[in-house]
Nanobody
Framework: QVQLVESGGGLVQAGDSLRLSCAAS????????MGWFRQAPGKEREFVAA????????KYKDAVKGRFTISRVNAKNTVYLQMNSLNAEDTAVYHC??????????????????WGQGTQVTVSS
């Protein structure tokens, strides 16, 4: 089982930017797709972005396209989420996740086997 630790959340104003990081333990980071999900109070966890093991493919929730960018540095066992032009609807706890199977880009919740504890992002309007 891999450990995932998110960081970079905080309280910002609408229009600001944040970069989230997720550090993974273990030696097999480079063969697994990674995803970012978020959960707002009273709502279900939802997909935000996913990236393939080699970074060749990415996928985004429609509401964040053009504002958020997912990336990874396999040599550092880290995946990032750059978030620009934040708005109040982006307020949530953001979790990173690792796919259950190698090579899968995990944009469905059930495709992920390991989850981080999350980092809070609060956007004031």
């Amino acid at each position: 089982q891999v450990q995932l630790v998110e960081s970079g959340g905080g309280l910002v104003q609408a229009g600001d930017s944040l970069r989230l990081s997720c550090a993974a333990s273990g030696r097999t980071f480079s063969i697994y797709g990674m995803g970012w999900f978020r959960q707002a109070p009273g709502k279900e966890r939802e997909f935000v972005a996913a990236i393939s093991p080699s970074s060749l493919s990415t996928k985004y929730k429609d509401a964040v396209k053009g504002r958020f960018t997912i990336s990874r540095v396999n040599a550092k066992n880290t995946v990032y989420l750059q978030m620009n032009s934040l708005n109040a609807e982006d307020t949530a706890v953001y979790h990173c996740a690792r796919a259950k199977l190698p090579g899968v880009m995990p944009y469905r919740i059930q495709e992920n086997g390991d989850w981080g504890q999350g980092t809070q992002v609060t956007v004031s309007s």
